[in-house]
């Protein structure tokens, strides 16, 4: 079977502080026509993207470009008043995906995959491309394909909550009460951020926690040992990296200083 036509395609975010008080997000369309978006993130700033564009270079070293950078701020500048430039950038985001189907045509946010399965031969499943959302519908699809191979259950995960998921979207600010009643050192923002990240797990973060103190050392105001401990534990982190950035997003306001005490406290616990 011929491979596909593929094309490369660079996507860049960037997070600025936060320019709207509203927990809307925002699709406005650019000069070029591309849609970009503005929405809240991680409580105290904004996410602006998506600048894509086809990629010719080596995928295995991706970074913003000033020019991707610039287009993003000159963009959020048309629509709202607070003005911001590239020295407001506090992070960016930039990757590459692949993508089936000839260059400046529209691919399917599932991603592509193509199967083989002649007579007398084990069956050959390639997946690639495709957005993260939709991970789970591409391993779905996977699973039905080769179920008439092997003995495999039927597809069962769309309608599975994730990890800590399993409670109605309308009940969050239930559960974050929950959470101070029981834990009652925990300040509001510390809370809503517990629930955020693992919901129903939170009070397996906690334990039998009684005052603040009893969660381990801290680094910064909202991450202590105890979260540490459970994320290296349940969530395989392993590098102070995979905590700030991977399984949260605490680098955006965690100084160097606990940053460099988080990876000495990780590299004791290893």
Not at 5 to 21: E, G, P, S, Y
Not at 92 to 101: D, P, T
Not at 196 to 211: E, F, I, P, Q
Request: glycine share 6%.
């Amino acid at each position: 079977m011929p491979p596909p036509r593929a094309v490369l395609l660079k996507t860049c975010q960037i997070v600025v502080r936060r320019l709207f008080d509203t927990e809307n997000v925002y699709v406005f369309q650019n000069r070029d026509r591309r849609l970009i978006f503005a929405s809240p993130y991680q409580r105290d700033f904004t996410m602006i993207g998506t600048a894509v564009a086809p990629f010719r270079s080596d995928p295995s070293a991706v970074s913003m470009t000033a020019e991707e950078m610039a287009y993003l701020c000159d963009a959020a500048n048309r629509y709202f008043r607070e003005r911001i430039d590239p020295s407001d950038v506090i992070k960016s985001f930039s990757a590459v995906n692949l993508a089936s189907g000839p260059p400046g045509k529209r691919v399917a946010r599932e991603g592509t995959a193509i199967f083989d399965s002649r007579r007398g031969k084990a069956p050959l499943l390639t997946v690639f491309g495709g957005d993260v959302t939709t991970s789970r519908l591409r391993a779905e699809r996977a699973v039905s394909r080769l179920s008439v191979f092997y003995p495999m259950s039927p597809r069962w995960t769309a309608n599975a909550p994730l990890p800590g998921g399993d409670f109605p979207p309308e009940r969050f600010e239930d559960r974050v009460e929950g959470l101070r009643d029981r834990w009652k050192f925990l300040t509001p923002e510390q809370a809503h951020r517990l629930v955020s990240a693992y919901g129903t797990r939170a009070g397996s973060v906690l334990g039998n926690a009684d005052k603040r103190a009893d969660l381990g050392p801290a680094f910064g105001p909202e991450l202590t040992g105890a979260e540490v401990r459970y994320l290296m534990s349940k969530e395989w982190a392993r590098f102070a990296e995979d905590i700030l950035w991977r399984r949260s997003k605490l680098g955006l306001t965690m100084e160097l200083a606990d940053r460099e005490r988080l990876a000495d406290f990780m590299r004791g616990l290893a």
